[in-house]
């Protein structure tokens, strides 16, 4: 049973000073430490001052609701394909199912775990998009006159979520102090070709459906990559898990804010100085629940990964007597393919 979510605030730092303002090395310094600290302690926190301003954020949203709002029948003119590769395309509600590697390990005992992850539907509608040069999953667009000019503003909108990413990770290097090699690996913990957009959609839920169904928004679970970077509407409703106090935090939306959360591979990375973040959109109880239930959810997620062939090792600065080494070198791909083997079935039912 998942613990209750605490009110306590998810902390919010402002980036401006690597996006607007004149280079300041010593402020820029402090800026990052104090970044890598709330990651150290929280493994997620809230962004201001990140280079993608709030009308932008909005226009995101508004494209994403415009292709959400498109008849079912129409968005499957782009359908993701059975199994969890190519990750392109859309999904329609319960198509995709998250889970934690605890989950996996709950329901090991039950010959077919992919099906017993699946007794509980995930009740949202998701499309992915890469980089055009992605050569390993190739884009799986709409065609052009069932959502003119989308292929264009996504394509524009994944490099410009790029180049975000690189400056916040460049924010975390300064926080680290990172030396000049180290450095260079950092670098390849972000790839180009290799992230991930993604659109997502949680439809209104009634107050009765609450009380006679058993579904899920988005169980609790770690993201793969290095850093997740999350846009969300103004209905909010993620949560993430402080490792401390193990209790969730709301995630409540702030004007121009992304919520950025680490990833498994940072772990790996860092040894456990950053902590891969546990984070849900949790279903509510039905009594707590207004007559008019849960309003729909919009939120745009950009997963930032290295390149598939790329092998993760721990920085050597991370490993100590105390806290010696936790993981053996790991190729991207295959912990990737290792950690989603059940996100999407092989063959449909």
């Known amino acids: 049973m998942a613990e209750t979510t605490a009110e306590r605030a998810v902390p919010t730092i402002d980036l401006s000073i690597f996006t607007t303002e004149p280079l300041q090395h010593e402020e820029r310094v402090k800026v990052g430490q104090r970044l890598v600290e709330t990651l150290h302690r929280f493994g997620f926190i809230k962004i201001v001052g990140h280079g993608f301003p709030k009308r932008d954020i909005d226009e995101a949203l508004a494209w994403t609701k415009r292709l959400f709002d498109l008849p079912v029948d129409e968005k499957m003119k782009a359908p993701h394909p059975p199994g969890p590769m190519p990750h392109r395309g859309y999904s329609s509600i319960g198509k995709e199912k998250v889970y934690s590697q605890a989950d996996v390990a709950e329901h090991k005992e039950d010959g077919d775990v992919g099906q017993s992850l699946r007794k509980i539907s995930d009740f949202k509608e998701s499309y992915e998009i890469g980089s055009e040069q992605d050569p390993v999953q190739q884009n799986i667009w709409l065609p ?206």
């Open 144 to 349: 052009e006159d069932v959502l003119p000019g989308f292929r264009g503003y996504m394509t524009t909108l994944y490099d410009r979520l790029l180049g975000v990413s690189k400056t916040i990770l460049e924010a975390i290097a300064i926080g680290l102090s990172l030396d000049a090699e180290e450095h260079a690996e950092s670098v390849k913990l972000i790839s180009d070709r290799h992230c991930q957009l993604r659109l997502l959609h949680y439809p209104e839920v009634t107050k009765e459906k609450l009380r006679n169904e058993l579904l899920a928004r988005l169980p609790a679970h770690n993201d793969w990559g290095t850093i997740t970077l999350l846009f969300q509407d103004d209905n909010g409703g993620l949560e993430l898990k402080d490792p401390h106090s193990q209790a969730f935090l709301s995630a409540e939306p702030e004007e121009g804010a992304l919520v950025l959360n680490i990833g498994d591979i940072f772990q790996r990375f860092t040894n456990d100085y950053f902590v891969s973040a546990l984070h849900q959109v949790a279903v509510p109880d039905p009594d707590a629940v207004p007559e008019s239930g849960i309003p729909a959810r919009y939120s745009i997620p950009f997963f930032v990964v290295p390149d598939f062939s790329h092998t993760i090792s721990t920085l050597n600065r991370f490993i100590t007597a105390d806290n010696p080494s936790k993981y053996d070198p790991v190729r991207f791909d295959e912990y990737g393919s290792q950690v989603s083997k059940y996100q999407y079935r092989e063959k449909e039912l």
